[in-house]
């Protein structure tokens, strides 16, 4: 029994990091029908700007939390222009294109902010100081929970009933849906679909810098490349909710990361990739657009 | 009579007909793997470029091939040539199973459900199941094609036999593009709805481009193994399915010469650039963004209007 | 078998609650023209597509030739002899008007599942076959020039006939057309009464949606008036024209968006 809170402990915090970068996806989705194929290595990109970032302004040994939420604030600022930029670079010029060249236009984007990443900090493992956030742990007879833990349940908690409200009672909410919905529709509505899309690439982007601070602080070690995994497995959770779909990647996110949790403690970690597919897998065939994904039928 | 596309294509087969005779041995490898990948490229184009379906999972179709013919040349001790066929019809009978259940689902679900086969692929061979695939490491010392006491050994006979793999291939693409079959894909892709309402299944025509795809990819992969006396998981993993979608896209979907011009894109100029390791992969992300905003329909885009000449007449 | 081609029976079509179709039947002779009229949103073309399989209505049967086709799914209704046109040009638009046209062979071509890869001589005289048939088809509705153009890059008009020829293709026994006349001047218009009359005489049974009344009144043996899903009106062309019924529900609805 122990195990398995201590599985959904894990779980729900890797789960949550998982939802976070999700939403990057999802959000980009629904507006562009687009699989930002880069979103991942943008998330690997913040936890190395991030460590710079603290590095550079405070030090090594500087732990306050005036230090945490500087370095959070800047990290995700410098990403989401980062996302800003690949919009209107690498997408905007193909909004009109078939869907597929958008797309490889985001794997290519994604080789890009990769290699930069290698280019900039090296094609080595970076190691993030252990003291980020205090080493207090809490335990309820075998169950263990860290500090860092309780931040990322915590924080990914609040941005995403923030995101939540902000969608569903805020104007720009209001018209990100729209946009949604239909573009053209939203256009003669007098929104402006540029103005939206940017603000979703902040958004998102801001998100997935949050998660990979994350990474970097409960991890500790992070590489140029893992963007590719986390990035699959944030997709997947956003497929598995129905992309497009907000509280699809929220509810994608958590249950992945409680299932491979469950897999890795119960099972084995050799065949998690494997569990996670089939899982998906199963839940398209019963449910072809994810679960809360809606079925739109074609008008014709 | 002769257009212009037949001459280049006629000038190109020369060269690389006598390609193997005017360069050094790396650069004949490549040549050869150059070969086997567009015909994986071609197959890939079958589902992705014909049926328009998003399929993201092909290296899968390959490695099948190129370890049905390593497992039953290495560790059954059979001939390259006896896995010929279950190197074709394996991949076939996979694509049958596994596309089944999915072939149903939206562009983009359907794009992560064929990711997810290669992955769990690749955990297949990579956790040596039924101690067959070697783990990570692959299979090593696999035969040459032998036939009647001749072996096919030297890299220039591993060049020709992909040369005719590949001829091969162009002659099935040719025929599909001139058949039922490759219309009913193209309308399928062009529009789902009316090709329904034309009396077009689907299913049929979308499992039918995944199976051939299938076959055609296990037979390059075949040979891709003989070539490198060797396999491993890397070699067929999700990036190299990544690599065969783009090829398709930057090149022209469901264009030959596209497709051709694709894969020398992808493959054989990073091969060239290969001194300039660190920065080549960062230049090559730049040039696919920028060959779909200047060409969003790829490099050579596909052109229809192939009908037979008696139809023109009355065109101006 | 009764001398009807086609039964719609208290067929009922809904979309999330909201009912598109509501109840509606009608029986189509063969070898006739039949009329359907009713103001924009009545639930026209949503009868077209339960018809031809793209949605099944909640209620009701549909019976083709005696039998429930309800719920077929629209390929094997194309196999059955019933095909149609698109109210809003569904074309292959990037492939040649010829191809387009070749799409309506596809269930009349006898290739075998291996002619895909492997040509045989049997494919060799089906596929010749299937052309000739397209460029006969291209020569009936006057689009042999374009025999090689993008269907796309042709103008409204040429694309509705290109949407017939593709149909008329599959040698229908139903052809279901919806406002074959949007979009037309009245030259183009003349000349489609005069193809969809030579169409009938082919043997071909025709249901057709048009808004153009005089069209339609032309050449409808008989018409059925939908308003907001349910049948308000049927009859021939002379009584439905001036049942009150149905000039109410006309002047009641926005005459002005009925050409879009
Ligand atoms: N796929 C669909 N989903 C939801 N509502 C639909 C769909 N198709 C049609 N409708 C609705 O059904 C009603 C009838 O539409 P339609 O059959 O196109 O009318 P008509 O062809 O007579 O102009 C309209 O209110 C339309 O909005
Ligand atoms: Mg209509």
Same mark, same amino acid.
Request: hydrophobic share 50%; with cysteine; net charge neutral.
């Given at each position: ?300 | ?119 769990? *692929?690749?955990? =297949? +061979? ?5 101690? #067959?695939? $070697?783990?990570?490491? @692959?299979? %090593?010392?696999?035969? !040459? ?99 065969? *979608?783009?090829? =398709? +896209? ?5 264009? #030959?010469? $596209?497709?051709?011009? @694709?894969? %020398?894109?992808?493959? !054989? ?48 | ?260």
């Amino acid at each position: 029994m122990d195990i398995f809170i201590q599985q959904m402990v894990n779980g729900l915090t890797i789960g949550s990091l998982y939802a976070l970068v999700a939403l990057g996806y999802t959000m980009v989705y629904g507006v562009m029908r687009l699989i930002n194929f880069a979103h991942g290595d943008l998330v690997a990109m913040s936890a190395f700007v991030g460590l710079t970032v603290y590095t550079q302004i405070f030090g090594e040994n500087i732990t306050s939390l005036v230090a945490v939420i500087t370095v959070f604030v800047f990290t995700a600022a410098i990403v989401a222009l980062v996302g800003v930029l690949l919009e209107r670079l690498a997408y905007r010029p193909l909004r009109t294109a078939p869907r597929l060249s958008a797309v490889v236009s985001a794997l290519g984007a994604g080789l890009v902010i990769q290699n930069s990443v290698m280019l900039i900090w090296g094609p080595n493992m970076k190691i993030f100081p252990s003291n980020i956030f205090p080493s207090t742990i809490w335990s309820f007879g075998g169950v263990v929970i860290t500090f860092t833990q309780v931040m990322i349940l915590g924080l990914s908690s609040i941005l995403m009933v923030g995101l939540y409200f902000f969608i569903n009672r805020t104007k720009i909410g209001t018209a990100i849906r729209a946009v949604a919905i239909d573009q053209d529709a939203a256009k003669l509505m007098g929104i402006n679909v540029n103005r939206i899309i940017m603000i979703i690439f902040v958004i998102g982007s801001a998100l997935g810098a949050v998660a990979g601070l994350f990474i970097g602080v409960y991890y500790r070690g992070v590489t140029f490349d893992m963007g590719w995994m986390y990035g699959l497995n944030a997709f997947v959770a956003a497929i598995m909710g129905g992309i497009g779909n907000i509280p699809g990647a929220m509810l994608g996110g958590l249950m992945l990361g409680l299932f491979n949790a469950m897999i890795t403690g119960y099972i084995s970690s050799q065949w998690a990739e494997t569990f996670t597919f089939v899982l998906l897998i199963v839940i398209l065939v019963f449910r072809p657009t994810g679960i809360l994904g809606e079925k739109v039928a074609e008008k014709v | 009579m002769m257009n212009k596309t037949s001459m280049i294509a006629l000038v190109l087969l020369l060269i690389s007909g006598v390609y193997p005779f005017f360069v050094d041995s790396a650069w004949l490898a490549i040549g050869t793997t150059f070969l086997v990948f567009s015909c994986v490229a071609f197959s890939q184009d079958i589902i992705l470029g014909r049926a328009g379906v998003f399929h993201m999972g092909h290296a899968m179709f390959f490695g099948l091939g190129a370890y049905t013919t390593a497992i039953m040349n290495v560790q059954f001790g059979l001939p390259i040539l006896a896995s010929w066929a279950p190197a074709v019809l394996i991949p076939m009978f996979v694509a049958f199973v596994l596309a089944g259940p999915i072939i149903h689902l939206r562009g983009d679900y359907l794009l992560v459900a064929t990711i997810g086969f290669n992955i769990i *692929f690749i955990q =297949v +061979l990579e956790n040596d199941v039924f101690g #067959l695939t $070697g783990g990570p490491n @692959g299979i %090593f010392g696999i035969d !040459v094609v032998r036939l009647f006491g001749f072996e096919f050994a030297s890299q220039t006979y591993m060049y020709y036999m992909a040369f005719i793999l590949l001829g091969i291939t162009l002659f099935i693409m040719r025929t599909l593009d001139r058949s039922k079959f490759g219309r009913a894909m193209f309308y399928i892709n062009k529009d789902e709805i009316a090709a329904q309402s034309m009396g077009v299944s689907v299913r049929y025509y979308k499992l039918y481009a995944f199976i051939i795809g299938a076959g055609i990819a296990g037979a390059a992969g075949s040979m891709f193994s003989v070539q490198y006396s060797a396999v491993s998981p890397e070699a067929f993993d999700v990036t190299q399915s990544i690599m065969f *979608f783009t090829i =398709v +896209l930057v090149g022209g979907s469901a264009s #030959l010469p $596209g497709v051709l011009i @694709g894969t %020398f894109i992808m493959f !054989v100029l990073p091969e060239v650039f290969r001194e300039f390791e660190t920065a080549r992969y960062l230049v090559f992300g730049l040039a696919m963004i920028l060959t779909m905003i200047l060409r969003p329909r790829g490099i050579w885009p596909v052109r229809f209007g192939n009908i037979p000449n008696f139809l023109k007449k009355d065109v101006k | 078998m009764s001398e009807y081609i086609l039964e719609i029976k208290n067929v009922t079509k809904m979309f999330h609650g909201l009912v598109a179709i509501n109840d509606l039947s009608m029986k189509v002779k063969k070898g006739q023209i039949y009329g359907i009229i009713g103001p924009n949103g009545a639930g026209k073309t949503t009868l077209f597509n339960c018809i031809t399989g793209i949605y099944t209505p909640e209620m009701g049967q549909i019976l083709w030739k005696g039998k429930e086709i309800k719920g077929t799914t629209p390929y094997k209704i194309a196999e059955l002899g019933i095909l149609r046109t698109f109210q809003t040009i569904r074309l292959f638009a990037e492939m040649s008007v010829a191809e387009n046209i070749m799409s309506g062979r596809h269930i009349k071509s006898k290739q075998k599942w291996y002619n895909g890869v492997i040509p045989t001589p049997a494919y060799f005289k089906d596929e010749k076959e299937q052309w000739m048939k397209v460029g006969e088809l291209m020569e009936f509705f006057n689009l042999s020039q374009y025999a090689t153009t993008p269907a796309g890059d042709l103008s409204y008009g040429v694309q509705r006939r290109i949407e017939m020829a593709r149909a008329l293709a599959a040698e229908p026994e139903l052809l279901i057309l919806d406002e074959p006349a949007a979009g037309l001047n009245e030259h183009e218009t003349q000349e489609l009464t005069d193809t969809i009359r030579k169409i009938q005489a082919m043997g071909v049974t025709i249901m057709m949606i048009e808004h153009d009344m005089e069209m339609v009144m032309s050449l409808s043996e008989y018409i059925t008036v939908i308003n907001f899903g349910a049948k308000i009106s049927e009859g021939l062309p002379s009584f439905v024209q001036d049942d009150p019924v149905v000039v109410e529900a006309y002047i009641g609805s926005d005459e002005e968006d009925e050409h879009e």
